[in-house]
């Protein structure tokens, strides 16, 4: 039998590179919605972050996610991204 590949994504706050199930996936929508998504699944331009709320700061401090997701990021979308990683916690 196979051993199956884990995939493999970088947080882009810590910039470590871990399993893709342990990391939160945020994508921006083909109609420019930036939202979070649970399955991993949604169609859109997609970047991961570690579920805590350190690396989600670094990375807003260094705009990676706005790199990452070619596009300018609301401050009401950074709240919603705190208040999922709070309710994570």
Same mark, same amino acid.
């Given at each position: 039998?196979?051993?199956?590949?884990?995939?493999?994504?970088? *947080?882009?706050? *810590?910039?470590?590179?871990?399993?893709?199930?342990?990391?939160?996936?945020?994508?921006?929508?083909?109609?420019?919605?930036?939202?979070?998504?649970?399955?991993?699944?949604?169609?859109?331009?997609?970047?991961?972050? *570690?579920?805590?709320?350190? *690396?989600?700061?670094?990375?807003?401090?260094?705009?990676?996610?706005?790199?990452?997701?070619?596009?300018?990021?609301?401050?009401?979308?950074?709240?919603?991204?705190?208040?999922?990683?709070?309710?994570?916690?």
């Amino acid at each position: 039998m196979k051993t199956r590949k884990i995939p493999q994504r970088k *947080c882009m706050g *810590c910039q470590e590179v871990k399993d893709k199930r342990e990391l939160i996936r945020v994508v921006r929508t083909p109609e420019g919605e930036i939202v979070i998504d649970k399955t991993g699944r949604r169609s859109g331009r997609g970047a991961y972050i *570690c579920p805590n709320s350190q *690396c989600l700061e670094t990375a807003i401090k260094r705009k990676a996610l706005e790199r990452a997701l070619e596009t300018e990021i609301g401050p009401d979308v950074y709240e919603a991204l705190r208040g999922a990683l709070n309710s994570d916690e």
